[in-house]
């Protein structure tokens, strides 16, 4: 079982930063793809990000790349997420999700945290 727990969600104004941390544990999380989703109101989640647990391959969606940069930190089991140049349209509740022997697409996340929300204001 993997186990996680996202902080670092809250309010900021267009055009600014948040970064989101989800700390991981159990006994598969070295085996693990870590990565992040969102869910915006009337809309399907959608994948953000991914990232290799064993080494630096990471993965963006489109609508992102270039202004969010997903990264961990092994000896603290955490994952995070960078989120710069915030727009209304990045708002929504975002959830940690882990895959094992996931690809950083997480095509497949069989563990997911609680979610935590981000709110953008215009």
């Known amino acids: 079982q993997v186990q996680l727990v996202e902080t670092g969600g809250g309010l900021v104004q267009a055009g600014g930063s948040l970064r989101l941390s989800c700390a991981a544990s159990g006994r598969s999380i070295n085996a693990c793809a870590l990565g992040w989703f969102r869910r915006a109101p009337g809309k399907e989640r959608e994948f953000v990000a991914g990232?290799?647990?064993?080494?630096?391959?990471?993965y963006y969606a489109d609508s992102v790349k270039g202004r969010f940069t997903i990264s961990r930190d092994n000896a603290k089991n955490t994952v995070y997420l960078q989120m710069n140049s915030l727009k209304p349209e990045d708002a929504a509740v975002y959830y940690c999700?882990?895959?094992?022997?996931?690809?950083?697409?997480?095509?497949?996340?069989?563990?997911w945290g609680q979610g935590t929300q981000v709110t953008v204001s215009s």
């Open positions: 999700a882990a895959e094992f022997l996931g690809t950083t697409r997480l095509s497949n996340p069989g563990f």
């Open positions: 990232i290799s647990w064993s080494g630096p391959s990471t």
